[in-house]
């Protein structure tokens, strides 16, 4: 069976433990995100990270650093402006195009001098899982795991004061505190994932589980946890699919399942009433009939 | 389509006197074409960016900017000239915007959740695109962030012919565009065709996108595309002017970028977000000291200063 | 809870001063005045989320922002996103533990006597504000007047010793006021919860007010309805002559009577022509 053979490649259980890891990390993290509104933040996180990633090359530190140093202090940054990361808004995706802009001169900065590394950019930008060491996919399993355990500990306040931000204020929630933290995670998960699927991919990896799992139940805990079963599940699936057909690229396997379940969502559930169904029921529980 | 700098360690020498530094550049028919180019598209995304930036839909532009690279990459890998997949993929998708109301806005939560998905999956096929081209891996640099090497004579002409068709029918919807992105609701009741209109300009929008992420690259339209309407907004608020200061400073931010690419081993797309970027930052403090003058001037000044 | 000469100031500008306000147990007090006037930071001052200025300000005998977990606050309007998908019933659960932290164990309900009593109690504030046949529908999907029962039945799921709630009636339609405002007193009566109410109109709750406080630019006025509004009260806090007016259902409408009280737009009560 050459998908048991699969695991007799290093290669291959590296990215399976990293993968793993990274996305149960990007699907806790991504329910918050889309509950919370904040794709978006996501989004502004993996151009930091490129940018991030490709100045500690061109300063020839370690990628990571740059990845986790960027992603984390933006994340911060976002968190203390106190802006909510609204798609449309101008200057923001000013700063983050020019941030881009400043990635493709380390880029080009990092592959003039260090002759051979060619490739560096399109790895940081479509990710490079296969290509993960030992070492570097059991830190990224660390990190991931303790990215989920932060986010299990904080799951009920969280959850509060994303759907009711002023009761949660009132009942004690330490609101502003929760969500910068609640940023930091995204920051890190974001670096995270950047390892797996590249700063241009990430997006899908926090988006399409979580959206699909907010389309599949209601329940928040529930869809807490099918959002990150489906990511990982998407992710095991991807890697096999990218190891079965070595002409695809892991990350856009990846990306193609998690697409592909999303959008299978959206066709098959179907919310449950329409609105007209809505306003007749509630004729009837006015138990007055109206004075007018 | 060309990729790398050949003549990486010898960059050509600035000598501080315009007209021979001009001369030398132009010597290149390359550096010729890329100016062409360049201006073509510096006027046409200032115009169709300060349209965007008042419609709010900048977001819109941001998702078709991102088809536009599996739509090179899915040219190059068929063969055909990439200007073909920018323009096919980019108007594709504009018309698939326009298809889905409220799609292309962003939104919250869900609908953010999917354009999200749908955006990395289209840049996830232009990579898959990418691999299977063989030997192509050092060009999604050059589709990514913006080349201006390897611009031909026709795809000048075809910038040329697609600009003149845009901005042609811009001219035509001008007035009851603005009209209608300013106030859709009174427009409708006076009759103007307010959802063929916003169709139209997402189509347009696809255009000049699609040109657009020729010369930045599709990661960087910002620069050409937003960065300047959001400047000359910044700057006053009359329609005819912001167009004119928005065009002037396209212009401006895409020739200072092709001299600075020129004379250095640095990408097109860095300079010119960076310049652009620059004056947007430079306009936003300028207004804040502005007002900031306004505030502290005695009372009788800020009584005509406010009188509008 | 009870104010004695309070004062707030927000931004330099003092809202209100020598407020004197005393809400009994089970007492149903509504705050009423135009806007702008700092209804709203009242809510905020009993909260503790803002301090005040002079005076004495107590809540369930205790500093304001101590006694958080015996009151159920209901901000003003909030936005529900017509796409949350979180169903009422959760939403109503936040409201019992949703500031522990930790996500909850998915244990049977049957091993844990404590998530059977969180179980029973939500289902009986639920029935309470008769929002069962709906609890369990996302609430984005919820009308206006379904989300407002459900988060009533939030704010009272830990069986508060007082309820905040500012303009809970606000953005509801004339029948759904009706009921929502029937049932707010209710649960005053039945369960001895006291209620302090912001309140945009005071008709749909003037049946079952003990007191009022009526803020305005000039001061402010408490005691019960009959004795607060009146002509020559609210001509005082106005400072322009306002005259209170009966309809034949006992319904009261305010009708600016000078000319600048008019052209102001000051008015909290706009005429209720019923």
Known sequence: ?292 | MVTTLSLADTYPAWSWNPVTDLRAMWAFPFMVNAFRAGTIVAVLAGVIGWYMVVRRQSFAGHTLAQVSFPGAACATLLGITPVVGYFAFCVGAALVIAAIPRAGQGGSGQEAALTGTVQAFGLACGFLFVTLYKGFLGGINSLLFGSFLGITTTQVTVLAAVAAVTLTTLAVIARPLLFASADPDVAAVRGVPVRVLSVTFLVLLGTATAATSQITGTLLVFALLVMPAATAQQLTARPAAGLAVSVLIGLVVTWTGLIAAYYSPYPIGFYVTTFAFGMYVLARLTRLLAQALARRAPAPARLSGGAA | MSLRGAAVRVGGRTLWSGVDLEVGAGEFAAVLGPNGVGKSTLIKVALGLLPITAGEVRVLGEAPGRAGHRIGYLPQRRNVDPSLRIRGIDVVRMGLDGDRWGVPLPLPVRFSARRRAARDRIAEVIDLVGASAYAHRPIGECSGGQQQRLLIAQALVRGPELLLLDEPLDSLDLSHQGAVAALIGRICREEGVSVVMVAHDVNPILPWLDQVLYLAEGGAAAGPPREVITTETLSRLYGTPVEVLRTGHGRLVVVGGGHRAAGGGGHGHHPELG
Do not use: K
């Not at chain 1, 299990?152 to 004690?172: I, K, Q, T, Y």
């Not at chain 1, 998960?189 to 241009?200: D, K, M, N, P, R």
């Open chain 1, 1 to 292: 069976m050459s998908v048991f053979r699969a695991f007799d490649h290093p290669y291959f259980t590296h990215a399976l433990l990293a993968g793993t890891g990274i996305a149960a990390a990007a699907g806790l993290v991504g329910y918050f995100l889309v509950l919370r509104a904040q794709v978006f933040t996501g989004d502004a996180l993996g151009h930091v990270a490129f940018t991030g990633a490709l100045a500690a090359l061109a300063l020839g530190y370690d990628l990571r650093l740059g990845l986790f140093v960027a992603t984390v202090v933006f994340a911060v940054l976002i968190g203390a402006l106190g802006r909510r990361g609204r798609s449309d808004d101008v200057a923001i995706g000013s700063v983050f195009a020019w941030i881009l802009g400043l990635g493709a001169f380390f880029l080009t900065l990092y592959s003039t001098r260090g002759a051979a590394h060619g490739t560096a950019g399109v790895n940081v930008l479509f990710g490079s899982i296969f290509g993960l060491s030992a070492g570097q996919a059991r830190t990224a399993a660390l990190v991931a795991a303790a990215i989920c355990a932060v986010v299990a500990l904080l799951a009920r306040p969280l959850l509060f004061a994303s759907v009711d931000e002023a009761v949660a204020a009132a009942r004690g929630v330490p609101v502003r505190t929760l969500g910068l933290v609640f940023l930091v995670l995204v920051g890190a998960c974001a670096a995270e994932a950047t390892q797996a699927v590249g700063s241009l991919l990430l997006l899908g990896l926090l988006a399409a589980p979580a959206g699909a799992a907010h389309r599949l139940t209601a329940r928040p805990h529930h869809a807490l946890a099918l959002s990150a079963g489906l990511a990982v599940a998407e992710m095991w699936a991807g890697l096999g699919l990218s190891y079965a057909a070595p002409r695809l690229p892991p990350s856009f396997a990846i990306l193609a399942v998690a697409t592909a379940v999303y959008l299978a969502t959206l066709l098959t559930v179907r919310p449950r009433r329409d609105h007209t169904v809505t306003s007749e029921e509630e004729r009837d529980d006015v138990p007055t009939p109206s004075r007018l």
